[in-house]
């Protein structure tokens, strides 16, 4: 977390996040959002598309949090009016400075027509992903995603790269605004695996039942004394 100043060890988290982004992806794909998913190989590991990485990631959000919270002085949780679109420079040293358009034409980091196609595909994707996650009870807050140029002879298309997982995305249960997702790492909450494990369940990833489909933050956090 907080590029790398926060290490931690949690385990099955890969296994969760690589069934997650992989049924994300793939119910991307057959709505026409085109990314370099090609199928999971196993329990951590999925085939993909090479493609040459555009070195900006790209925030969006619906409800105000983290940065922009921060930054701004909107409370946490408030509904922004738009939708707004961010753009960061893939630098971990610098800290993945915030930038506009403006920086990344003059340093041609990508094309007028290739941010085109970013915004748009952005924009498909939190239309199509809010929905998805309204239907299971739970707030698409703010994600991120990145993008990569996938070469055919000279000309490079740009198409959805990364993964989409609770580790770049905020999730909060509609009803009690309960975080499921990496901020239970990043702010010290506990339960993280049963919270990665809840998107999990509700998305139809894990049988209902048993083990894996109890999420009891109340308790977690009372028997971390919090
Ligand atoms: P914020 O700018 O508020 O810290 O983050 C906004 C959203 O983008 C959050 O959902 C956060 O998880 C995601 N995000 C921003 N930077 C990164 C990053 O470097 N790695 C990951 N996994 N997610 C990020």
Redesign the pocket.
């Known amino acids: 977390a907080f590029?790398a100043q926060k290490k931690g060890t949690i385990n099955g988290k890969g296994v969760l996040n690589n069934r997650i982004s992989e049924h994300i992806f793939t119910m991307l794909d057959a709505i026409g959002v085109p990314n370099h998913f090609i199928r999971r190989l196993n329990m951590r590991e999925q085939l993909i598309r090479q493609v040459e990485i555009v070195p900006i990631?790209v925030?969006v959000?619906n409800i105000a949090?983290?940065?922009?919270s921060k930054r701004l002085g909107i409370e946490e949780g408030t509904k922004l009016p738009r939708t707004i679109i961010?753009y960061?420079y893939k630098d971990d040293a610098l800290g993945?400075p915030m930038i506009s358009d403006e920086h990344i034409a003059a340093f041609g980091w990508a094309s007028q027509e290739e941010m085109h196609d970013i915004s748009d595909l952005a924009i498909r994707v939190n239309d199509f992903l809010s929905g998805l996650f309204a239907g299971i009870g739970i707030k698409l807050?703010?994600?991120?995603l990145e993008f990569g140029r996938l070469f055919d002879n000279d000309f490079g298309r740009i198409i959805l790269a990364d993964e989409i997982s609770p580790?770049?995305?905020?999730l909060w249960d509609t009803e009690t605004n309960e975080r499921l997702?990496?901020d239970r790492f990043r702010r010290d909450l506990g339960g993280e695996v049963e919270a990665y494990q809840e998107v999990a369940r509700r998305l139809g990833l894990l049988p209902e039942g048993g083990d894996h489909s109890v999420l009891d933050l109340d308790s977690h956090r009372k028997r971390r004394g919090k």
């Open positions: 590029n990631e925030v959000r949090a983290g940065s922009l961010e960061y993945d807050v703010d994600f991120k580790d770049g995305c905020r997702d990496k």
